[in-house]
Each structure stands twice: as structure tokens, then as C-alpha cells.
């Protein structure tokens, strides 16, 4: 990041200096008092299950310049008394002032922004066009999944004038909040990945995921470029109210970088751009064909070669938790538990059911959030699904997942092949209990079932051996 004046900062996010001087300058943005450097500013913000101001001594015991807080409370005053020459800025909302900074922040810079949303393979996107990206350009990029409202600010702090591009994730669950993003990016390129049923407790209906996804055109730079998905037809909604230039991906024959001839190998998977250019993906999944074909698209836009993107993706790993492989003892586990929707459950299912092995092919499937009231049928679909694959063994994990479960029993699958677990907890044990030589295991669900564990439990279970010494798993 590069220097701010505090003089700027107040003007950026109509703050009163209630301690320091406005001449003074800080080096860097942190809401997280334990991890803060020397000279950076610290925003106090408050959730349900916390409240900054009560770290703010801390992050200036730390090396914090000083701190933003929302209220001139007499506690937070009373523990700086202490401290004479640190700064303390008051502003009526913590973390609209770290987003209105941000956005100040992020227009002094030369740096053209990419911003990247979509229900699903956002990171994967992210980070694939990262991957290509920094081999012919100085870039920064969101750090894991930071998507959101404290997320993107502090992408775009983590830039700075040396950089040529910043790609950033952007999330949503809610009306209105891709629109506060993209107001902060102001981006120069978006992607859109696609649209399906996520985040339906907020959003209402698929109708309200593409309406607020559609969010991202309002506040694009005027010679701006939107990247969506041809095979997609709300995208295709979206990209149709777009006054700028589109760009299309897919496997539309009528797409602008259109994939054709996909073929696995023994390692993942080969396919055709245009007609002239191969790709090799050593990955799980053929979705990721798609997220491939969006960060072929943004880094052919920004200039470089097709035979050069080509050949930077070969050697792209996904990023942890997205059918990661892994091969414990004798047994292989796909852990793509990081998050889960019905979109991306279909795609992982597929597949785990396209997998050849020599021992059984086990589904642990745990719940699908935020899906509001359509939850029961979207899981009882999952389940019809299960029954018609190539999947031997079904165990859930909770509430939601029995439907799952009760629905691949009423479509044919035999019952004493099925178990459904209440925890995480239930089904790590039962899961390393039941598993034997030359299984297979997918572990599938939301973040917020913490299926971690049960990786956690098979590997404390199972001795780790490298990948590459085991030939349990060949790709058909």
C-alpha cells in the first residue's frame, strides 16, 4: 500500500480527528489488532460476535498509527490517554468508513482492477487468471475468499502503484452488496462465472441471485469490460443490458472463446480453444473447464497470447478445499467441503460418478445452506441424483442431507448402503470407521458443516503418502 495522509483519510470517510495530526501519514489498513504492523491504521469494527473497539489499546501496543472508531466511546479514550501520539479518527459506521477509503484509495492508483463473481468458481477463476496474470504483468489478488465487506477493502489496500492488475472476488448474499462492492472497485473488467440457486435465504429466488449479481454493471469504468458465461442464460440477461463490450465463454458455438473436444487424461483433463489452441488442466471436475475458459477470456482481453495462456495454465492447482485430492494410506479423499450448492453438489457428483477405482465410490454429503424455503426440494433433487449415478455408498450429514438420503432410498438405491449422521463430529468417526483399501471418498458440503473434520479424521486414521506413488485413481 502506499502512504495516505491522515488529512485524506479524514476527507475520504468524513472523519473527525479526535487525537493526532492530520499531516501525519499512515503505511497500511488492518482490522486485526493481533496481526498489525508498525504504522498501520486500525478500523474498530463491529459484528454480532465481537466489537474492535475493545482491541483498539492493543493494536496500538502493536505499532498501529492509530485507530477508527465509530463512536467516541469514553473507554476507548480512557485506554489511549496513554498514548500521546497516536491517532484516533471518529466516523459514524466503522466499516462503511474501511469500504469509502478503500474505494478514495483505490481511484489514486494506475492499477486496472478485475473483479470476479458468479454462484459458483469464483476463487478458482481468481485465482487461475493470478496464475497467468503474474507471469507478464506485476499483480495482487484477493487473499483466499476475501469477498466481502472488509474482504475487498483490504484487497485493494494490499495494492499498490507498482501493480499493473488487482483481481478481486466479490461475494454476495444479500440485495444491494454487489452493488456497494463494485462502487468500491470500480472495476475495469468483471467476470461472471455464472448464475444458479445460491444464497437463496437472502436473495429469495434465482430471479434474485441474477438481479443482484446484475448489480455489478452499475458502477463499471466507461470503457469497461464484462466477461460472462455464453452457456448461461441469465448471464446472458445480464450481458444483453450491458451498454459496454462483452465478451462470451463457453462451449456456445456462438461464444468469443468457445471450448470444444473435452477429453480426460490420466491426470484431468484436455480440451480445444477455438478451434487451434489445447489447454491441459491437471484438475478433478470439468467444470473447471468453464473457470478456465473465463481466465482465458480476461487474460487474452488484457493482451497477452492464447499459445501463452495455454501454457501457463498446465501447471495450476486448485486452491485448498476444492476437489483437492488426497491419498491417505490406501484410501483417496476429493475434499471439496469449502462450500456447497446444488449447481456445484450436481458438478462434484458427476464427477465423482466419472471416477474409475478399484473399491467403492462413497459420497459424504453434508447440507446445502442459505437455501431458504426452497432447502427440502433442492436436497430431495440431489438425492434423485445420487440414485441415478455411478456412486456406491451414500453418507449424510445433517438435517437437511436426510432428505438427500430419504430420497436416493424412494429412487432405488439400496438402503444398507446409506447412513445419515447428525455432526460433523458423528460422521468423521463413522466415516474412518467404515472406510476400506482402494475407496474412493468425495466430502461435499457448505462451509458451515466444517467437513474439514472428517478429512482431519481420515488422515489421523490412514498414513499420508504422496500423490504420485499411488495409482488408485485413474481418470476415464
Known sequence: MNTIEISNVLKAINGELLLGNSE????????????????????????????????????????????????????????????????????ADTLRGLGDLAKFYRNSLRTRFIAVTGSNGKTTTKDMIYHVLRNFNSVTRSRKSFNNFIGV?????????????????MGTNAPGEIRRLSEIIFPDFTILTNISYTHLEGL?????????????????????????????????????????????????????????????????F?????????????????????????????????????????????????????????????????????????????????????????????????????????????????GVKVANSDIDVLWTVGPFSRFVAEEAIANGMPEDRIRSCETSEEVSRFVASQLKKDDIVLIKGS????????????ESCFSRRKENNSALLSLV
Open 24 to 91: 501525519s501519514r499512515i503505511t497500511g489498513i488492518s482490522t486485526d489488532s493481533r496481526s498489525i504492523k508498525e504504522g498501520e491504521l486500525f478500523f474498530a469494527l463491529e459484528g454480532g460476535n465481537y466489537d474492535g473497539h475493545k482491541f483498539v489499546d492493543q493494536a496500538i501496543s502493536n505499532g498501529a498509527a492509530g485507530a477508527v472508531i465509530s463512536s467516541n466511546k469514553e473507554a476507548v479514550y480512557s485506554l489511549l490517554s496513554e498514548f500521546k501520539e497516536c491517532i484516533l479518527v471518529e466516523v
Open 153 to 169: 477493502p483490504l484487497t485493494i489496500f494490499d495494492t499498490d502503484f507498482t501493480q499493473d492488475f488487482c483481481v478481486v472476488e
Open 204 to 268: 429469495g429466488s434465482i430471479e434474485g441471485v441474477a438481479d443482484a449479481k446484475a448489480e455489478l454493471i452499475e458502477n463499471m469504468a466507461g470503457n469497461g469490460i464484462l466477461i460472462t458465461n455464453a452457456d448461461d442464460d441469465w448471464c446472458n440477461r445480464i450481458a444483453s443490458s450491458f451498454g459496454g463490450r462483452v465478451i462470451s465463454f463457453g462451449f456456445n458455438k456462438n461464444a468469443d472463446i468457445k471450448a470444444s473436444n473435452v477429453k480426460r487424461d490420466n491426470t484431468g
Open 270 to 382: 484436455v480440451f480445444t480453444v477455438n478451434d487451434s489452441f489445447t489447454v491441459k488442466l491437471s484438475l478433478l471436475g470439468k467444470h473447471n473447464v468453464y473457470n478456465a475458459m473465463a481466465a482465458i477470456a480476461i487474460c487474452n482481453a488484457v493482451g497477452i497470447s492464447m499459445e501463452n495462456i495455454c501454457d501457463k495454465l498446465i501447471d495450476f492447482k486448485l486452491p485448498p478445499m476444492r476437489m483437492e485430492k488426497q491419498i491417505c494410506g490406501d484410501i483417496v479423499v476429493i475434499n471439496d467441503g469449502y462450500n456447497s450448492n446444488p449447481s456445484s453438489m450436481s458438478a462434484a457428483l458427476e464427477e465423482l460418478s466419472q471416477l474409475t477405482a478399484p473399491g467403492r465410490k462413497i459420497l459424504v454429503c453434508g447440507d446445502m445452506l442459505e437455501l431458504g424455503k426452497y432447502a427440502e426440494s433442492m436436497h430431495r433433487e440431489i
Open 447 to 458: 462451509r458451515g458443516m466444517m467437513l474439514e473434520n472428517v478429512v482431519r479424521q481420515v
